[in-house]
């Protein structure tokens, strides 16, 4: 569980696992699993967290939605004053049927297609960060064909590694994020040649689940370099967009981010400048507010391992597979005894389809309920149909209430589609 016991969240009443007083029992029970549970307290006190760090800087929060994209929590954030930073078309759409403004977006990503960018203008997304040459012209573009003007911002790639896993590393020289300096100095010049486009920003963005401050640092003190030596457009540079990839504790022995330090490093090097700092958290304001519960259907061993063989597996939350990522499980209601270790396993047809390995269980049963902590972000937003499985059901708990914010997906929804 989380170790900041006096936050909102996943906490025991006695020995049953509870989201905000909550049984988590008795929503297994009605809405059926693999279930994701997500507490509405949780993310306040998250965003909460991240505005009292920055309160010295202006700044503003755009929630990153592919971290879990779901309607009701992009109302939630948006009813509590977050922006949004999103990265496709469907995400732009999302904002939309959740019926929140698209005026607080952002919108990063290598590959925009032309109609995104013409939905996005319409939209009058705050503004576009900008990956390539090419880009920027096919902005430049589109803008003039609507008769109007793009405001973009350059994501620049200040060639730091963060040092997180390679694949959620973002702001190295060998990413496909962003332009190096000496292009984005070349952009610059034609941004500002152009009446379709107002260069109004830089963006950096290095990676997900950074514990320190310091490659946040080291990168904003290269855009500010890299803006006092582009004094030519100093003027219409109003915002810095430092990203998101605040780290959460999934580890109870994983090191925190200092976020209040980076606010205030981040304040002091600002001080003086008239820019509004943008920062993009995902993550951090979803991830520890959402648990995947699971039931266990089969217990067995082999010569060398036990298994608890689970409900939920990669479709609902390949981190574990894609990224090496470790998730707490524990039992929903604890039972006395001596714990084992088991690989608590998914039921799909892959040997990467795991939850845990080695995990300290007390003699686990069919039927009993496990809780995946930590699994509100990039869960849900990244579960997949794969071996025909019907996606999760969700449910929100806001004070006493738990109110179910997606059905589960019928399996007859799979092929809908399809044209046999
Ligand atoms: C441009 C951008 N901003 C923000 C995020 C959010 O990262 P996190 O969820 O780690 O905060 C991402 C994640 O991939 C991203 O690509």
């Known amino acids: 569980m989380s170790r900041a016991d006096s936050s909102p969240g996943f906490a025991r009443r006695g020995p049953d696992l509870t989201c905000d007083g909550v049984s ?73 049927a959740a019926g929140v403004s698209a005026k607080d977006a952002v ?16 939209a009058d997304i705050l503004l576009f960060n900008v990956e390539s040459a090419g880009e920027l012209e096919l902005i430049e573009q589109v803008a003039t064909a609507m008769g109007t003007v793009a405001r973009v911002a350059l994501r620049l790639n200040p060639d730091i590694d963060a040092g997180v896993h390679k694949h959620v590393t973002t702001g190295t020289g060998r990413n496909k994020f962003g332009v ?15 009446t379709a486009l ?17 490659p946040y640092l080291a990168s904003l003190d290269k855009l500010l370099e890299f803006l006092d ?48 700092v943008l920062l993009e958290p995902g993550r951090f304001l979803v991830a520890e ?36 990522a470790w998730h707490a499980i524990e039992p929903v209601a604890t039972r006395e005894g001596s714990p084992q270790e088991f690989d608590v396993v998914g039921p799909i047809c892959e040997s990467g389809d795991f939850l845990g390995l ?13 809780a995946v902590l930590a699994a509100g972000a990039y869960g849900s937003s990244m579960s997949s149909n794969y071996n025909s499985r019907g996606r999760a059901a969700e449910v929100l708990v806001d004070g006493t209430r738990a109110t179910i914010i997606r059905r589960r997906e019928p399996i007859a929804d799979l092929w809908r589609l399809e044209l046999p």
Not at 294 to 307: G, N, P
């Open 289 to 324: 507010a959402g648990c995947l519960l699971t039931r266990v259907q089969f217990v067995k061993r082999s010569r060398a391992r036990r298994y608890a063989v689970v409900d939920a597996g990669m479709s609902e939350l390949i981190r574990p597979c894609l990224y090496d």
């Open 198 to 214: 107002d260069l109004c920003g830089y963006h950096v963005h290095l990676g997900s689940t950074l514990r320190s401050p310091e």
């Open 229 to 276: 030596q582009s004094l030519i457009h100093a003027g219409g540079i109003r915002y810095l967009d430092l990203g998101g990839g605040f780290g959460v504790p999934y580890r109870p022995d994983d090191p925190d981010l200092d976020l209040p330090a980076l606010g205030s490093a981040v304040a002091e090097r600002l001080e003086g400048r008239n820019l509004t």
């Open 24 to 96: 988590l029992s008795a929503l297994a029970e009605q809405h059926g699993t693999p279930l994701f549970v997500y507490s509405a307290a949780r993310i306040r006190s998250q965003l909460a967290a991240v505005r009292s760090a920055f309160a010295a800087v202006t700044h503003r929060v755009h929630y990153a939605v592919k971290a879990n994209s779901n309607l009701s929590i992009l109302q939630l954030l948006a009813s509590e004053g977050a922006g949004f930073d999103i990265v496709s078309g469907g995400e732009l759409e999302r904002l939309d």
């Open 107 to 122: 919108f990063a990503g290598v590959g925009k297609t032309e109609a995104e960018m013409r939905a996005a203008l319409a």
């Open 358 to 370: 080695g995990r300290p269980l007390v003699a686990p049963q069919r039927g009993d309920l496990l």
């Open 180 to 194: 190096d300096l000496e292009e984005a100095a070349r952009l610059v010049r034609r941004a500002q040649e152009s």
